[in-house]
């Protein structure tokens, strides 16, 4: 995976540090572009592995039309933030990754749908996989091959 530059160097995250934000984050935004050229970003949740970010969605609206003229994407998650009034700043850490979104089907999309299970509402995988399978069909599943990942931070 190839690290996007920074302007300020001596912000720039490790690799594996800049994974763990991907890891702990509940949202993240997703930045897209439509067939005009109009950027968007929606926050939602999603979950991290193996080098691929996964989300989930209804099945259809804004940010689906942009995903089938452009199917490159951004992804932003911030982490832990504190604002220091008196220096005028704010510390921070922040991930930013760079990939096109791909639909899934069948297993692949079970099998997301599942690791968000487990992220989200680790105590009721039971209940929750019923539900996966019963609503599935009410849901589109995206992952995103990261091909390019940056983070930077503040402290």
């Keep these: 995976m190839q690290a996007k530059s920074l302007r300020r160097d001596d912000r720039a995250l490790s690799q594996d540090v800049t994974v763990r934000i991907l890891e702990k984050g509940e949202y993240g935004i997703l930045s897209t572009v439509s067939s005009d050229g109009q950027p968007y970003g929606v926050p939602f949740s999603y979950v991290y592995a193996d080098n691929r970010l996964y989300f989930h969605c209804a ?17 932003c998650v911030v982490g832990e933030t504190e604002v220091l009034p008196d220096k005028f700043a704010t510390r921070y850490e922040s991930a930013i990754a760079f990939g096109q979104a791909v639909e899934l089907f069948g297993d692949d999309k079970l099998a997301a749908l599942t690791e968000v299970l487990k992220k989200y509402s680790p105590d009721f ?31």
């Design 59 to 75: 099945v259809e609206g804004h940010k689906l039309e942009n995903l089938t003229a452009n199917p490159r994407v951004s992804f």
């Design 125 to 155: 995988l039971e209940k929750g996989q019923r539900y996966i399978e019963s609503d599935a069909v009410k849901t589109r599943v995206y992952k995103i091959e990261i091909e390019a990942l940056s983070g930077k931070s503040r402290k």
